[in-house]
């Protein structure tokens, strides 16, 4: 069933979650096919490509569903409960749509790029978890555009990925060290993907190492211009929008985490002493989660704020409060179930291994400490 082919009387927000529901059981089916042999989960992926997911955000003026950022987060929330590699990696491109949308609502640009997102049904691809301030590779100018070359990692989603969205430094002879933000189609010579994605948790993102070597960037592809090494005003939009898309799929982890646990502790018939106690620790690691993580949702404000510094700061603090705190979640629930989490059948082995990835997103906890710090002595 197609989600605007829904009949029933609900609000769009629900028809579009309860449709992850109806998928729910093929989503998890997949996504522990792929989980177990280190695969990018391609068949989820069509699956929500068909049924409008991968567009949902884009206004109804430009073709896309008109979906509220609020309402694409609690969606990576209830797709992570199924399967959380297929919500993180969705989560990548999601904040690149969602930044795109951002400039169009506030700054009147990127009308004829999401337009053709929906026409094509693209999916973009992001580099810049691990690019950050001063960002890698090397860029020659040339006639009408640059050559690039540079090693990409944590690329997720990069095995289906359309375009990727990246940047790389470069020291213009008038102004000195930049960096340069571009678009570059994934099928342009000269990019190849390694299959280095063999890793703890996560397994199905596909974010395999994008390598790029001499390939032609043409001049009006350049997006953003900025100063090698320092922190652009523009980032607090980046940051703002899209922390609580990434974090989103780790506070379904959390969720299903805690609905295990009780199923399991309900079952018992004899349970030891301790185990209310770990409940009630489990419960309040993830209440302060879901609690944080609204209040990042909140300050997105669907999409409605401004470049601000103070904005920046505020959401990485949270990202990292929301990250520990659904961390603990997941380690309570090993330690309350006890032995059986140990094994895979139980399922709480994969969102232990899962969660482990959520302390490396941009900021990862001492790096995001530091910058606070210094925002805060100036």
């Known amino acids: 069933m197609n989600i605007h082919e829904n009949k029933v009387t609900e609000t769009p927000s629900k028809q579009w979650l309860n449709l992850i529901d109806q998928l ?49 987060c609690a969606i990576l929330v209830k797709i992570a409960q199924y399967c959380p590699s297929t919500a993180l990696a969705l989560s990548m491109h999601q904040h690149l749509l969602a ?21 094509k ?16 590779g090397t860029m020659k100018k040339t006639d009408n555009g640059y050559l690039v070359s540079a090693k990409k990692q944590f690329a997720s989603q990069s095995v289906i990925g359309d375009l990727l969205v990246t940047s790389i430094p470069y020291n213009d002879p008038e102004e000195g060290w930049k960096v340069l933000h571009f678009t570059v189609p994934m099928k342009s010579d000269g990019i190849q993907l ?5 890793t703890l948790g996560m397994r199905g993102t596909g974010s395999q190492t994008v390598i790029l070597n001499n390939v032609f960037v043409p001049e009006d592809s350049i997006t953003m211009k900025r100063s090698k ?11 703002t929008i899209a922390l609580p898309l990434i974090m989103a799929p780790y506070i379904g982890i959390a969720e299903k985490a805690m609905k295990i646990t009780l199923e399991k502790s ?67 629930a090993m330690e309350t179930v006890g032995g059986q989490s ?21 900021l990862p906890e001492k790096k995001q400490q530091h910058f606070t710090g210094e925002f805060l002595l100036k």
């Open 99 to 119: 930044v795109n949308i951002w400039k169009y609502t506030h700054q009147g640009t990127g009308e004829e790029s999401l337009k053709e997102v929906v026409d």
């Open 229 to 239: 090494g320092e922190f652009p005003l523009f980032w607090n939009v980046v940051l």
């Open 121 to 136: 049904n693209l999916v973009l691809v992001s580099t810049g978890a691990r690019d950050w301030l001063d960002s890698n």
């Open 266 to 332: 309900k079952a018992k018939q004899s349970r030891p002493l301790h185990t209310t106690f770990l409940l009630g620790e489990m419960y309040n690691s993830l209440t302060l989660a879901q609690v944080l993580h609204k209040d990042m949702i909140e300050i997105a404000n669907n999409l409605d704020f401004q470049a601000e510094e103070r904005i920046g700061v505020e959401i990485l603090a949270r990202k990292t409060l929301v990250a520990n705190a659904c961390t603990e979640t997941v380690n309570k």
């Open 24 to 72: 729910g059981d093929q989503l998890a089916a997949n996504g522990i096919a792929h989980d177990q042999v280190d695969t990018f989960v391609a068949d989820n992926y069509q699956l929500l490509k068909k049924q409008g997911y991968l567009t949902a955000m884009v206004p109804k003026a430009l073709g896309g569903a008109g979906v509220s950022f609020s309402d694409m």
């Open 342 to 362: 140990f094994y895979r059948v139980f399922e709480l082995e994969r969102l232990f291994r899962d969660m482990q990835a959520v302390g490396f997103h941009t």
């Open 194 to 198: 390694l299959d280095d994605w063999h």
